[in-house]
């Protein structure tokens, strides 16, 4: 008998602590699957965000730092320019990068530091109980927007692929989501593919995955994967905003379809 | 390397660079800017980074992420950048990392002023972020002073895996003074990075870097962890300076970094008018040479603490000297720096009224 499908090596064997339905784990393993295919594992370092992906680092047989709220690409920064040689990530929530860090995010990015940003939005604070996030949708119930949230007084949604691709240094910006096979393929493929611009040392990589949670959202798992796709796939268009090799398009302002992405099978 | 005469601020930036130091990041800020604007200059000469980060909380994050790779890395800042920088402090001491943060004070509180003060002194010693943590803190009284520390306090950031604070006032980096730049102290030796950094897993089990402890239990051991250097300190760190001290002044006068520096000229002009008057300098001030002091205190019998402050270290000085002394004080703050007259005159009004 032979093996045809094991957890990847570059990661532990133990049991996630993430809610029933939640897609962190999908993401996890994609980075995990990453890491292997490239054979990066042993010369990675991985900066865990403030959130309920702070523990990331139980789960990846791999250096982890474990940054302040919001200043994981602070410490990237300052890891890849200590030790080039070296591949950096980030793994950030919505929370995180687009609230307490945006300013860390925004700079590093525009900087053109060389490393990989993994983006998880799910349109809420996890981990500190359901609270509104600067990417929480119009209308969406919180702890903290119990009559939902109301754009007139908390602004709309932050879209950061968007804000991002309003630059001019960050070289491959991508939103993703993970609600149905065919985008877990799409988005393995972006997250491989900003690893490979980074081992090339070519320029700044972000990946944003739209994910659901079924805790704070209230609702089913199957039901939040719904809801993603009714709510969140119209205000946050999936697609590559920037590629390297793609030619820009009206300042990254308008994605290219996820299926002409680099590395897309003919 | 030959004399030079170099500005505090630079001469600060050149001990790192001497000290192997290789890796800064930093934010501009009245009156130490010239750290950054030197080592713009300089570290591109040496093959080393400079990077102007988007905020002190950039800078002192990047400091971090540099120092978790076990590389030797500083910042330098002054007093409401270094309000900013105490979040990274606070990680960097949890997490047990090497780094080194210069404070150039000048007045506060709030956005203050920009001329030299001494008012940060609470924030330093007492725990400028949050949690059970403590800043090994030096203090210069002199440029050539203020690169010697430089240096010492990459290798203490080493040797204790530690954050490490040279802090003077804004006289120190703005002075121009000759310096030497002695090779560098030995290096005490870094806790082998296989067994802590966070720089690539390959042939050895992952390492993470981190504060964060869910378990009350691990929590608790790991401030043990960080105690017992505290503890280690105050064996081994202790420094200090005394001043005319050997033989019968009829009073002492706290005082550090350039302050003291102002003391001494008193204390001189004192003397030649037949006063004798003696000076404890704390070099280290966390942690405080409590005992040193308290041995003078007690032969001398009257102390008087000077600071460009409204008196913060006087608290330790109290501590040390005991209930039965009561410590004077004299201060000015807000960047205002008090003339060896104005300090002569705090000096012979204590005298009189103890007479």
Known sequence: ?266 | MARKLMKGNEAIGEAAIQAGCRLFFAYPITPQSEVAEYLSRRMPEVNGTFLQAESELGASNMVFGAAATGEPVFTTSSSPGISLMAEAMSYIAGAQLPAVFVNIIRGGPGLGGILPAQSDYLQATKGAGHGDYRLLVFSPATVQEAVDLTMLAFRKAQLYRAPVMVMGDGMIGQMMEPVEFDPPPENEGLPSKETWASCGARGRPRNIVRSLFLDPEVLEKNCHELKAKYDRWHVDELRHETYNCDGEPRLLVTAHGSMARICKTAIDELSEEGIQVGLFRPISLYPFPSQALAELADRIGRVLCVEMSLGQMVEDVQAAVGRDLKVRFFGRTGGVVPSPDEVKGAILKQLEADA
């Not at chain 1, 081992?199 to 659901?212: D, I, K, N, P, W």
């Not at chain 1, 590629?243 to 299926?259: A, F, S, Y």
């Open chain 1, 1 to 266: 008998m032979s093996t045809i499908f094991s957890p990847p090596r570059s990661m532990t064997e133990n049991i996630t602590h993430y809610c029933p339905g939640c897609t962190h784990g999908v993401i996890h393993r994609m980075v995990g699957e990453t890491l292997d295919e490239l054979g990066i594992a042993g010369r990675s370092i991985g900066i865990a965000p403030v959130g309920c992906s702070v523990l990331i680092y139980n789960y990846f047989n791999v250096d982890f730092q474990e940054a302040p709220h919001g200043r994981a690409p602070a410490l990237a920064t300052g890891a890849k320019r200590a030790r080039p040689d070296l591949i950096v990530f980030t793994y950030q929530g919505d929370g995180d990068l687009a609230s307490i860090g945006t300013n860390e995010i925004v700079h590093a990015a525009n900087r053109g530091e060389k490393f990989t940003t993994v983006f998880v939005n799910n349109a809420i604070y996890g981990m500190t109980g359901g609270q509104m996030a600067p990417t929480t949708m119009p209308g969406q119930v919180t702890t903290t927007s119990p009559a939902g949230r109301d754009p007139a007084l908390a602004g709309y949604p932050m879209r950061m692929c968007e804000l991002l691709s309003t630059l001019r240094t960050p070289g491959y910006v991508v939103r993703t989501a993970v609600h149905t096979p065919q985008l877990m393929v799409q988005t393995k493929r972006a997250i491989r593919r900003a690893f490979e611009l980074q081992m090339a040392m070519r320029c700044y990589t972000f990946v944003e995955v739209l994910s659901t949670c079924p805790t704070n959202w209230g609702m089913s798992p199957v039901k939040a994967l719904e809801w993603l796709q009714e709510n969140m796939m119209p205000y946050y268009p999936v697609g590559v905003f920037k590629d390297p090799d793609l030619p820009e398009t009206q300042k990254g302002l308008v994605p290219t379809p996820l299926d002409h992405q680099v590395g897309q099978p003919e």
